[in-house]
């Protein structure tokens, strides 16, 4: 028993899950209705995901503002953090309404979701108001995701600033409730991955659930979600990036011919860290500096996310189309903020676009029955949101490296300015 856990565990997670996905869509098919006998499965599995997201958006957000110093970022830090937030917005942004041309979730309906209650649109004031909790317990216990992001920023800088006052007690204190918090990610992430050892399982749940009582309409829908996050991906790859070289005189095709082995390493790895060594290899093939592509583009491979934006985009648009709810404008501002913080917390995180819906869909008041539905079509849709995801950290790298070289030090040596990041 022990070896065939061990063998399980060493399969590689997309295998697993899209193993998961294949076997229910055969239980489905062959036991029709019958097979909703598998639904707690599923159930089982979205209960645990809920049970995480919480904590890991905490606990991951205060010690990540504590191993980011501003002050030590320097002028490439300043350049290159606003083009990750706003280029992972506008991705957010394009799967939206890439999913609205497309309608994928039109026609298609989750068992139990006739029930689902859609919640009141707020304004785009309250959206902004509500991130400010009345009661910090209550936004914890009810999931509110923005109000948990401002409570972790809030306390991670509060934590940041007791660790660098010259008082040495306060230092001391500081310091601890930074190892606290590290401690406390340490053993999410640890909870996070025996989540995701069942995963299989609970996908297969779903799945089966869900074709079971819907045949192929559920795998026609699907279908039309994987087409809209490739088109979403097709527009921010060959006409956005393009556009964003072009404003900063950054020969376009050159660009694209220099960095194509990492696109394709990114393609067939489903994996920007995995793929970084190769990335770094083709940014200076494309005469991207050391001082900046050493910097950039680890630090991008961790945090800038534009293919899981598209993915968060698209994602939330299917959900709202099968349970029937007309997303508001303060909804959809509220689904890029939460999307963009999202992309980027979740980033690095073994099986990342499963938490990171699980926390657009939360905050969206979307049932995320879905994000298991759309779980078993990842080995599909990775491969592009991975190559989006690199696409975007070399572009990004090439954009900062042609402002700096302005600059009378751009030849010099950059000081270590390596952002920390915690163990995922």
Same mark, same amino acid.
């Given at each position: ?21 294949? %076997? +229910?869509? *055969?239980?489905?098919? =062959? &036991?029709?209705?019958?097979?909703? /006998?598998? !639904?707690?499965?599923?159930? @089982? ?27 030590? %970022? +320097?002028? *490439?830090?300043?350049? =290159? &953090?606003?083009?990750?937030?706003? /280029?992972? !917005?506008?991705?957010?942004? @394009? ?330």
């Amino acid at each position: 028993m022990i070896q065939l856990w061990n063998w399980y565990k060493k399969k590689s997670f997309i295998l697993k899950i899209t193993t998961g996905f294949i %076997l +229910g869509i *055969i239980v489905g098919l =062959i &036991f029709g209705p019958s097979a909703s /006998t598998l !639904a707690p499965l599923g159930t @089982l599995f979205l209960n645990l995901l809920k049970m995480v997201v919480v904590p890991l958006i905490l606990l991951t957000l205060i010690v990540s503002v504590n191993n980011s110093n501003p002050k030590e %970022l +320097g002028r *490439i830090g300043i350049k =290159i &953090f606003p083009y990750y937030l706003i /280029t992972t !917005a506008v991705s957010l942004l @394009l799967g939206i309404w890439i999913a609205k041309l497309i309608n994928p979730g039109i026609g298609l309906s989750m068992p139990g979701s006739e029930n689902f209650e859609v919640p009141e649109a707020p304004s785009a004031i309250e959206v902004f108001l509500n991130i400010v909790p009345t009661n910090i317990f209550q936004s914890l216990a009810n999931g509110d995701i923005l109000s948990v992001v401002f409570l972790a920023l809030v306390v991670g800088f509060a934590v940041s600033f007791m660790r660098h006052s010259k008082d040495q007690k306060m230092r001391d204190q500081g310091n601890l409730l930074l190892n606290l918090s590290e401690a406390g990610s340490e053993v999410t992430f640890r909870i996070l991955n025996g989540v995701l050892q069942y995963a299989p399982i609970g996908v297969l749940g779903i799945t089966a659930n869900s074709i079971g009582n819907q045949g192929f309409d559920t795998l026609q829908s699907l279908g039309k979600y994987v087409l809209a996050s490739y088109v979403g991906v097709g527009v921010q790859m060959f006409i956005i990036f393009p556009l964003i070289l072009l404003l900063f005189r950054v020969p376009v095709l050159k660009f694209f011919k220099n960095v194509r082995e990492a696109l394709l390493t990114a393609f067939v790895t489903c994996s920007s860290l995995g793929t970084l060594p190769v990335t770094l290899k083709a940014a200076k093939k494309a005469g991207i500096s050391d001082r900046v592509a050493d910097f950039t583009l680890p630090v991008g491979a961790t945090v800038n996310m534009n293919g899981s934006a598209i993915h968060f985009g698209v994602g939330v648009i299917f959900a709202a189309e099968i349970v029937g709810y007309d997303l508001s404008i303060g909804t959809i501002i509220g689904i890029i903020l939460t999307g963009t913080l999202a992309a980027v917390g979740t980033a690095g995180v073994p099986g990342a676009g499963l938490i990171g819906m699980s926390i657009v869909f939360t905050q969206a008041g979307l049932p995320i029955e879905i994000v298991g539905l759309t779980a078993g079509v990842n080995v599909i849709t990775d491969m592009v949101f991975t190559t989006c995801n690199v696409t975007g950290d070399i572009v990004g790298a090439a954009v900062v490296d042609k402002s700096e070289q302005k600059h009378s030090d751009y030849n010099e040596p950059v000081a270590d300015m390596t952002i920390k990041t915690i163990s995922k």
